[in-house]
Each structure stands twice: as C-alpha cells, then as structure tokens.
C-alpha cells in the first residue's frame, strides 16, 4: 500500500491544486452572490425580495450533484456549453450563495436596527450606514458560520469528478483504475481531504480568535 501511495502520490498532488483552485473561485462566487442575495431578500422592492427567497428556497433544497449536473449536462440543450471546471464553480458557488446569503441575512439582522435608524435621522445614506455601521457589527456574527462553510464547500468539490473535472476524487479514481486499489486510493485521497481540514479549521480557529481580541 505504502509502495502505491508513493508512486501515485505526484498525481493525487495535480488534483490538490486543482481542488483548491475550485474552492477558491467557488468561494468568490459564493460569498459575492451571496452578499447580493441577502441584500435582495432585505429589500423593500417585491419582486427582487421574491426572486431571492425562492432562489435561495430552491437551490438549497437540491443536492450540489444534481445542480452541478444540471449546470454541465442540461445548460447545452439551451445552446450554453460550459467547460467543466467552469461548471463546477457556477454549481458549487450558486449552491453556496444560497447558505451565505442567509449567513449574512441573519448577521444584518441581527444588528439592532435602532443603529440604523439614528444614522439615518442624522441624514446618512442607507448606502454608508450599511458600509459603514451595519456591516462591521454583522461581521463578528457572520464568521464563525462562515468559516465552517467553507470546510464544507472544499468536501464538495470532490463531486466535480463525476463531470470529468481532474480534482483529487478524479486522480485518486483514476489511479485505482490503474492499479486496481480502489480502496487504498481512497484512503489517500480522505487522509488528504483530512489534513485540508484541519489545517483549515485550525487557520481559520486562530483567525477568529484574533479578530476577537481586536474587537475586545
């Protein structure tokens, strides 16, 4: 096992770049839609609030593979082909944009709006109390959700194999191809999504800490 582990181990090393790449653009997605969504559902105009909530209702009740399906196998029949990596961000980052969006809906509201009401007494555009009060008090609310969705987010995109896209699953699938060692592939493959999480988490715990003792 050791033996295979080691003469597999460069190309598992192609499909981390690649998952992490996917992450990250996955996350710019996520986090920028999402943002755009919680905005929509705390608007007073009807119709944008309207088509938020159900795009939100509705993408985060289907599973990630079958939107990422959807997205690379079902987009070409209205004549939009999408290279899958492409796909792989605009299904992951749509998905996440839904759970951030309400991440950030809620870390608003959860802001007094007594706040919101006094700048704007003193004649502060809604634009610059959201940027400049609104915002910096919902960021200590919205953290710590946040980072444990992006832990979850770097585990999905081990589904954008299925789509041909040469993340880790897809080298460590391709591998066991080879050698016939399906499970020790595997095994690889999650000892290295393992040590992606906790490294992550304890990056991301230290980080949150540390923006406590500012705030504090």
Do not use: C
């Not at 996350?27 to 159900?54: C, D, H, M, P, Q």
């Not at 910096?136 to 992006?150: C, E, K, R």
Request: hydrophobic share 55%; net charge positive.
């Amino acid at each position: 096992m050791l033996h295979a582990w080691i003469q597999y181990l460069p190309f598992f090393l192609k499909g981390v770049g690649v998952t992490l790449e996917l992450t990250g653009a996955s996350l710019a997605v996520a986090l920028g839609f999402g943002f755009l969504l919680a905005l929509a559902r705390l608007s007073k105009i009807r119709i944008l609030e309207g088509f938020a909530t159900a795009f939100v209702e509705i993408i985060r009740a289907i599973p990630v593979l079958i939107i990422l399906f959807w997205v690379y196998y079902g987009l070409p029949q209205f004549g939009v082909k999408l290279p899958g990596p492409l796909a792989a961000i605009v299904s992951l980052g749509a998905f996440y944009a839904t759970l951030y969006g309400e991440i950030f809906r809620g870390g608003i509201l959860g802001v007094d709006r007594g706040q919101r009401e006094a700048a704007q007494a003193l004649g502060m555009p809604s634009g610059t109390v959201m940027r400049k009060i609104i915002l910096p008090q919902a960021f200590f609310a919205i953290l710590p959700p946040s980072t444990n969705q992006l832990s979850n987010l770097i585990k999905d995109t081990s589904l954008v194999f299925t789509i041909g896209v040469a993340d880790l699953m897809f080298q460590a699938n391709a591998a066991s191809a080879n050698n016939f060692l399906p499970l020790d592939m595997l095994l690889l493959a999650g000892i290295i999504y393992f040590i992606f999480y906790l490294v992550l988490s304890k990056l991301l715990a230290r980080w949150e800490l540390n923006v406590q003792r500012r705030r504090g």
